[in-house]
């Protein structure tokens, strides 16, 4: 059984990106796979061990940096994650979250970035659309996500994201993968490899 977790889903709610777990569950029931979704509240233990897949979604400044205290004691357990090449999407302002895991940096904004995005990526064929709302960018421009038709970048190029193994960081929201089935069908092969091991 794939289990699922999604972090914070009360606090991390904006923008309706619980729609990416919703696609994610759409799919895998047409494929007739097994899943489990694990929501994780404030008062919750983590143990890394136990999921397949994490999501994680953009939430207010405020929320954002009451979970960034919370997760930091599970660096080393969320590094340990990637390194298994489980997977991790982590969208919207919440990319600022994880800049402690040191992987990259992030650009902070004073005014919000607010624009309709156009890209491509290597993950899969086709246009990938969304949205970005956001005061947060990551700086770095190694390990890139997406190339940019329409839409704002890592430190002002039309690269954005951030890639490393399993673990996904973009600033695109859509929610992303309700909005591109080529996307969501890209972590839906993952998994079922995973639930075929």
Do not use: H, W
Not at 98 to 116: C, G, P, W
Not at 131 to 147: A, R, V
């Amino acid at each position: 059984m794939i289990k699922i977790a999604q972090l914070y889903p009360d606090e991390l709610t904006l923008y309706g990106e619980s729609g990416n777990i919703k696609a994610i569950t759409y799919e895998l029931n047409k494929k007739d796979i097994s899943y489990e979704i694990i929501k994780i509240d404030k008062e919750d233990e983590l143990n890394f061990n136990e999921y397949d897949f994490i999501y994680i979604g953009s939430g207010r400044k405020s929320s954002l940096e009451d979970v960034k205290r919370r997760l930091l004691p599970y660096k080393n357990d969320i590094l340990s994650y990637i390194e298994q090449e489980k997977i991790m999407l982590v969208t919207g302002n919440a990319i600022s979250i994880f800049s402690f895991l040191d992987l990259y940096d992030i650009a902070y904004f004073d005014k919000r970035i607010v624009l309709d995005v156009m890209a491509t990526t290597s993950l899969c064929k086709g246009t990938i659309k969304g949205f970005q709302n956001t005061e947060y960018l990551i700086d770095s421009t190694k390990n890139i996500l997406f190339n940019m038709d329409n839409g704002c970048g890592n430190n002002g190029t039309k690269m954005e994201g951030y890639q490393y193994q399993n673990f996904y960081a973009t600033s695109i929201i859509g929610p992303i993968l309700a909005r591109n089935d080529n996307l969501c069908n890209y972590f839906i092969n993952i998994l079922s490899k995973e639930c075929n091991k």
